[in-house]
């Protein structure tokens, strides 16, 4: 258990951050690879659509730095903790012309910042392998190249949709598909001895928009908000994703299943936090993330939960954030913001600097966290609207398709409304009590940690997501 646990790419050539480029290959607007094409033919198709992440700045149509694309725009800064953390990216025709993936990535720990570059760099690309192959194996349900409308109502699990065969199983091909690749992501995190992420992972929130369907597969605590319309024609946030924290009660009772325990600090009683059984370490505050090997045999995973809407005429943006947004902005502040933006392509700028207000604000003390916003126009416009007018915004249930796919006996809503609108992990100095004798070390950013650094809840606000480095404890200490 002491081994070094780190990252991986697939192949050797490392990735840079710049932004998209030219070259690569165009897919076909229909579907790829055709099942009347299977055999040689492709595989050399499949073979040159699986880019190598040396390439990954040349693939067409894609943006992963603070800019904007033909549908979005995506924008990122730096806290007060050291490196920035987070990571995004979006890219257009991703399985077809009128595909689009998005994602948010949130590092934490030492080496959290080269965890999320890792899986915005890896996940799309693996979520693409396993729906190619999906459509290349033949079956009914890839016949028609993922561009079928779901149907099911808004109240369907994916359970009824596996069980009943009167239902479409489009549905049960995406989310085993999310599934396969998010498995796949942290199977080669835990493989590769580049960076070690034994207590350093990543959250994810990630979509594909193909049509008017939404597929969405996430885990951790990044947010992904509708901006909709309501019956009398005002603005409203609609909550896509759940955040995956500790406090879900479900989520917690499978981690205290596999023998983790969950309980929050007395200075931070507001925050749920994961542990070892046998040691005060890590205090992970999220139930699901990439990496944090550490935890994974006592209850943390990395099975995203999947959902998808079928968007109306009345959906116009989707805003996809990490919680250094959510912490300090609701999601009507985040919709209202997006839709009163003086421009569409400004609109991830203007939530993230009203996110650092709000911080300056709220939390003087604190030492803010990384933002990271991606802004998605469902319309498929930039720039090309009118001023728009001024709207009430309200707040609206989210009643989208949801389904917790890695646990059937759960038969919890996973959108409690407890849980929908702030991620109340930010202490107040004024809030913190005091406690004797306590001192925990603390990793910021991706600068580490001093070893006699102590932690203590007067000194102000310190947003992480995991409290402690966790020591190199000895195998024998592990199996007591």
Request: one cysteine or more.
């Amino acid at each position: 258990m002491g081994s070094c646990i780190s990252t991986v790419s697939f192949t050797s050539g490392s990735s840079s951050s710049g932004g998209g480029g030219g070259g690569g290959e165009r897919r076909s607007s229909s579907c790829f690879p055709l099942r009347s094409h299977r055999n040689k033919r492709t595989k050399a198709s499949f073979s040159k659509q699986i880019i190598n992440l040396e390439q990954l700045p040349q693939i067409p149509n894609q943006i992963f730095t603070n800019g904007k694309s033909r549908t979005s725009c995506i924008y990122t800064q730096q806290g007060r903790k050291g490196i920035n953390q987070d990571a995004m990216v979006v890219w257009e025709e991703f399985v077809s012309e009128d595909a689009i993936f998005c994602g948010v990535f949130d590092g934490h720990g030492p080496h959290g910042h080269l965890v999320a570059r890792k899986v915005r760099e890896a996940l799309p690309l693996k979520l693409l392998s396993f729906l190619q192959s999906q459509e290349s194996t033949g079956n009914d349900a890839g016949s028609n190249c993922f561009n079928r409308k779901v149907k099911t109502g808004s109240g369907d699990s994916l359970a009824s949709v596996k069980d009943s065969p009167s239902e479409d199983p489009y549905l049960s091909l995406w989310s085993d598909a999310f599934v396969k690749s998010y498995k796949a992501m942290d199977k080669e995190l835990r493989s590769h001895s580049t960076v070690d992420c034994f207590c350093s992972g990543s959250t994810a929130v990630t979509l594909v928009k193909q049509g008017l369907n939404l597929f969405m597969g996430y885990i951790g605590d990044s947010r992904a908000v509708l901006g909709s319309r309501d019956s009398s024609d005002s603005i409203v946030a609609v909550q896509l994703t759940v955040d995956l924290k500790p406090d879900l009660p479900r989520e917690a009772e499978r981690i205290k299943r596999c023998k983790g325990r969950v309980f929050a600090l007395q200075d931070e009683p507001e925050v749920q936090r994961v542990w070892l059984p046998f040691d005060d370490a890590p205090g992970l505050a999220m139930a699901r993330a990439f990496g944090d090997f550490c935890l994974k045999d006592y209850g943390v995973i990395s099975v995203p939960e999947f959902s998808h809407r079928l968007l109306t005429e009345r959906d116009h943006f989707v805003v996809l954030a990490s919680d250094g947004v959510w912490d300090v902005l609701s999601n009507e502040e985040v919709v209202e913001i997006v839709f009163m933006a003086p421009t569409r392509s400004s609109a991830a700028r203007v939530v993230v600097e009203s996110a650092v207000r709000e911080w300056k604000l709220k939390y003087p003390t604190s030492k803010m966290d990384d933002c990271a916003v991606v802004c998605l126009y469902l319309d498929g416009k930039m720039d090309s609207e009118s001023e728009p007018e001024e709207l009430s915004i309200s707040a609206a249930t989210n009643h989208s398709y949801h389904s917790q796919v890695n646990e059937s006996d759960d038969g919890q809503n996973p959108a409690e409304s407890s849980y929908l609108q702030r991620n109340f992990t930010v202490r107040s100095a004024e809030d913190s009590n005091l406690v004797s004798g306590t001192a925990i070390e603390i990793v910021e950013g991706g600068e580490g940690g001093s070893e006699d650094h102590n932690w203590l809840g007067l000194e102000g606000v310190t947003r992480v997501n995991s409290l402690v480095q966790l020591p190199r404890f000895s195998q024998e200490r592990a199996n007591t």
